[in-house]
């Protein structure tokens, strides 16, 4: 069974960076994309970044591409979210997710509990 467990959330100010970590455990990954979404309070879940387990395909939002970077250590199964110029409207719980095959904008079956990232103005 996958596991994903996120950490690195927590509170910063406006400009600030964080860097989110997301262990992953349980398989195989080598076949597998990977994804960060986001979900702010009282809004959808929403796609932030993706990336297959090769590193050689990534993906974006359209909102967040050059803020936010997505990256994987294979050695380490660990996949990683660099958020730079951080807004408060970043301010969401960041959600790790695993899903066999392409990268897409949906349809993940592995979740992690999500971590707080919370944007001071």
């Known amino acids: 069974q996958v596991q994903l467990v996120e950490s690195g959330g927590g509170l910063v100010q406006t400009g600030g960076s964080l860097r989110l970590p997301c262990a992953a455990s349980?398989?195989?990954?080598?076949?597998?994309?990977m994804a960060w979404f986001r979900q702010a309070p009282g809004k959808e879940r929403e796609f932030v970044a993706g990336?297959?387990?090769?590193?050689?395909?990534?993906l974006y939002a359209d909102s967040l591409r050059g803020r936010f970077t997505i990256s994987r250590d294979a050695a380490k199964n660990t996949i990683y979210l660099q958020m730079n110029s951080l807004k408060p409207e970043d301010t969401a719980v960041y959600y790790c997710?695993?899903?066999?095959?392409?990268?897409?904008?949906?349809?993940?079956?592995?979740w992690g509990q999500g971590t707080q990232v919370t944007v001071s103005s």
């Open positions: 349980g398989d195989t990954f080598s076949n597998y994309a």
């Open positions: 990336i297959t387990w090769s590193a050689r395909s990534t």
């Open positions: 997710a695993a899903r066999r095959g392409v990268i897409t904008r949906r349809a993940y079956d592995s």
